[in-house]
């Protein structure tokens, strides 16, 4: 009987086979991260075990057993405490408190109708801020400019808009004059920053 070579050729790429766990996927990432020593995994192990304890606890008291809902103090308060609402030995997060105040843990003491003076400012200050973090948004160089300069000018006119709120509203002297002494001594910083920046765009101008 004759011999007969018989020639084979390929005309596609086998499909890659997954590779195994010990090399690629969660364990491996595991292995890698969390116990590629025994210190590692002696580290990995506790922090485990002080997760497990400590965020059901956190949960619990944050969002399960808080009080969401309530007109005054009285909703979060225990019966042993002028009469609350609530059991003896409850604790949990007195979210209605917080909800009730929560212009107050904003604005302050600042007069309610001249809130818009510092979220103007908040506005002011984000809108040139947020387009030079931006990777993508372009001429960065003439974004610093506009807002390093425009903070030379920044801090006297923020304070002004600022304290200017409390000069009108019907405040005692001694709070009103503390208010704008807070105001002046918070600007200095801002104006130490925009000479700093203004220096530093002159030299990265001119190398």
């Known amino acids: 009987m004759a011999n007969v070579d018989t020639v084979f050729v390929r005309t596609k790429m086998l499909d890659p086979e997954v590779p195994p766990a010990s090399v690629a996927g969660p364990i ?4 890698t991260n969390l116990f590629a020593t025994p210190k590692d ?12 304890w400590y965020v059901p606890q956190m949960l619990n008291w944050l969002f399960f057993n808080a009080q969401w809902l309530g007109a005054d103090r009285t909703a979060c308060a225990t019966v042993v405490q002028s009469g609350g609402a609530q059991p003896e030995g409850w ?8 909800a009730s105040r929560f ?7 600042y007069p309610i ?4 003076r510092p979220i103007l400012v908040g506005i002011l200050f984000v809108a040139l801020l947020v387009p030079l973090l931006i990777p993508k948004v372009p001429h960065k160089g003439y974004n610093a400019i506009a807002l390093f300069g425009s903070c ?14 409390f000069r009108t509203s019907r405040r005692p002297s001694g709070a009103a004059s503390w208010s704008r002494s807070s105001c002046l ?8 920053r925009s000479e700093f920046s203004w220096r530093w765009v002159g030299a990265r101008r001119f190398r």
């Open 152 to 165: 030379r000018s920044f801090p006297s006119s923020c304070c002004w808009a600022v304290c200017s709120g």
């Open 103 to 109: 212009d107050q843990f904003i604005f302050g003491r």
């Open 185 to 192: 001594s918070s600007a200095w910083p801002c104006r130490f």
């Open 41 to 52: 995994a002696v580290l990995t192990i506790v922090a485990a075990l002080l997760l497990a």
């Open 113 to 116: 109708a001249e809130r818009w």
């Open 28 to 31: 491996h990432w595991l292995r």
């Open 91 to 98: 604790s949990g997060a007195c979210w209605a408190f917080v």
